[in-house]
C-alpha cells in the first residue's frame, strides 16, 4: 500500500513499524489499561499537524479542542465525528453506560460515515473490563487492533506495544517497546537482551 494512502499515526516510530502509518478510512481500536499510556497515544494521533479532528472525551479531564461527551446521547456520537482524526475516548464508558448492542451499533456507524470520508476514528478501550465475547465483536469490526501492555522485571517497569491486525497491511511480528516521556509516547530504539 502506498504511503500517501497511510495517515500519520502521531508517533513516528510506529508509522515506519506498519507501512507509513494507518490506512485512510480505517478505524482502529488501542487497547490497555488506563497506566499503559493509552491517553497519550490518542492525544499524539488527535493533534497531528495540519490535519483537523474530534476528540470525544467521555471519562477524562476535557482539555481545550475536545468536545465533552459525558452528557451526549449515543445516538449524538456520529455527528459530532468530524475532520479527518477522531478520537472516542472512551468505548469502555459508552458500553459501560449504553450496553454492548447500542454501543457497537454507534460504532459501526461512526466506522463506516469515517470510512466514507476517508477519516480515521480510534476507540480507546480498556483491557480486562469487559467479557470475551463483547471483546470479540468489537475487534472483529477495527480494521486496526493495537494493544499496549506493561510488563514488569524484577525492578523495571517495560512498556511494549503490539500491533494485532491491520486490514490492508502487514503486521509487525515483534512487541515494540515505548516510553512514555513528557511529550508522549517515543518507541524505544533498543531491545531487552536476556
Known amino acids: 500500500m502506498a504511503r500517501d494512502s497511510r495517515r500519520s499515526t502521531g508517533i513516528s516510530g510506529l508509522d515506519l513499524a506498519i507501512e507509513g502509518g494507518f490506512p485512510h478510512g480505517a478505524s482502529i481500536i488501542v487497547e490497555g489499561s488506563p497506566l499503559t499510556g493509552i491517553d497519550h497515544m490518542a492525544r499524539q494521533f488527535w493533534k497531528v499537524e495540519n490535519e483537523s479532528g474530534a476528540y470525544l472525551m467521555i471519562d477524562g479531564e476535557v482539555e481545550p479542542g475536545m468536545t465533552d461527551a459525558r452528557a451526549i446521547p449515543l445516538d449524538q456520537f456520529p455527528s459530532l465525528c468530524t475532520g479527518d482524526r477522531v478520537v472516542v475516548d472512551s468505548l469502555s464508558s459508552l458500553i459501560l453506560k449504553f450496553g454492548i448492542d447500542p454501543a457497537i451499533t454507534c460504532m ?87
Open 108 to 194: 459501526d456507524s461512526i466506522r463506516k460515515e469515517a470510512a466514507a470520508r476517508n477519516s480515521n476514528t480510534m476507540f480507546i478501550l480498556y483491557s480486562d473490563l469487559h467479557p470475551a465475547p463483547e471483546e470479540i465483536r468489537i475487534l472483529r469490526l477495527a480494521d486496526v487492533v493495537i494493544e499496549l501492555k506493561e510488563v514488569i522485571f524484577m525492578n523495571e517497569i517495560e512498556r511494549q506495544l503490539a500491533v494485532h491486525k491491520i486490514r490492508r497491511g502487514q503486521v509487525p511480528k515483534r512487541l515494540i517497546p515505548f516510553n512514555i516521556t513528557d511529550k508522549g509516547i517515543e518507541l524505544s530504539t533498543t531491545s531487552r537482551v536476556v
